[in-house]
Structure formats: structure tokens, C-alpha cells
């Protein structure tokens, strides 16, 4: 005989497993601290990449007024400005990315816990059939 109360949570449950659940079980199966340090290392990487393309595309751009100007220029400071431009985008995206990852973690295991309390329920049904 069919249960109408183990039916709406089996789909409820699919539906959860097919969807939202599949990218939170990924993040469920880490501890936070692990977690967040991939992230953090693959947002850092990203970030790094991003200023190299940007800072070449911006001195191609400009490239007449920067090899006239080479001269005149206190190339050491240029350096440093360039170093502390890089420091502060790799500095801000990795704070936007703890942040953001941070929230998201504690989301997913938010979502599990209830999809883990739904599976102890259905159990329990089963187990009240018998």
C-alpha cells in the first residue's frame, strides 16, 4: 500500500538531488577550512591572470606615450605601483571571495542538514510499515 506522506517527500527528495543538492553534496563532502583554501587558491590564481591581461592590454594601448615617457620615468616607482595595484586586486578579490564561499558553505550544509533530516524520516516511515 502506497503512503501518500512518503511519496510527497521521495519526490520532494529526487527533485532536491537532481537540482541544488548535486553541487551541495561537492561542497558537503569537504571540511570549511579545505573548502575555502581551494577556492581561495583558485580565485587568487584567476585574479592574478586577470591583472597580467588587463595591466598588458593597458600598456598595449598605450604603448606610443609609454616608450616616449620610458625615459623620463622613475622606472622603480612604476614598479612599485604596478606591485601595490596587484597586491590590492589580489587582496580585494580574495576577501570577496572568502566571503562569498564562506556564505555558500555555510548554505549547503544548511540544505544537506535538512535533506539528511527528510532521509531519517523516510526511514522512519519505512521502518513504521514494517
Not at 553541487?23 to 587568487?44: H, T
Not at 614598479?79 to 596587484?86: D, E, M, P, T
Not at 589580489?90 to 564562506?102: E, K, M
Amino acid at each position: 500500500m502506497l503512503n501518500e506522506e512518503r511519496v510527497i517527500l521521495m519526490t520532494r527528495m529526487a527533485a532536491y538531488e537532481k537540482g541544488e543538492g548535486r553541487e551541495n553534496v561537492k561542497i558537503g563532502n569537504y571540511f570549511r577550512s579545505d573548502y575555502l583554501a581551494i577556492q581561495l587558491l583558485k580565485a587568487v590564481v584567476c585574479a592574478a591572470l586577470v591583472f597580467v591581461l588587463v595591466f598588458g592590454f593597458y600598456i598595449l594601448y598605450h604603448f606610443e606615450n609609454f616608450m616616449e615617457e620610458i625615459y623620463d620615468m622613475d622606472l622603480i616607482a612604476f614598479a612599485q605601483n604596478v606591485l601595490i595595484y596587484f597586491g590590492a586586486t589580489i587582496v580585494g578579490y580574495g576577501v570577496a571571495t572568502y566571503f562569498a564561499c564562506s556564505w555558500k558553505y555555510a548554505q549547503a550544509k544548511k540544505s544537506l542538514k535538512c535533506y539528511y533530516h527528510n532521509l531519517k524520516k523516510l526511514n522512519s516511515l519505512y521502518n513504521e510499515m514494517q
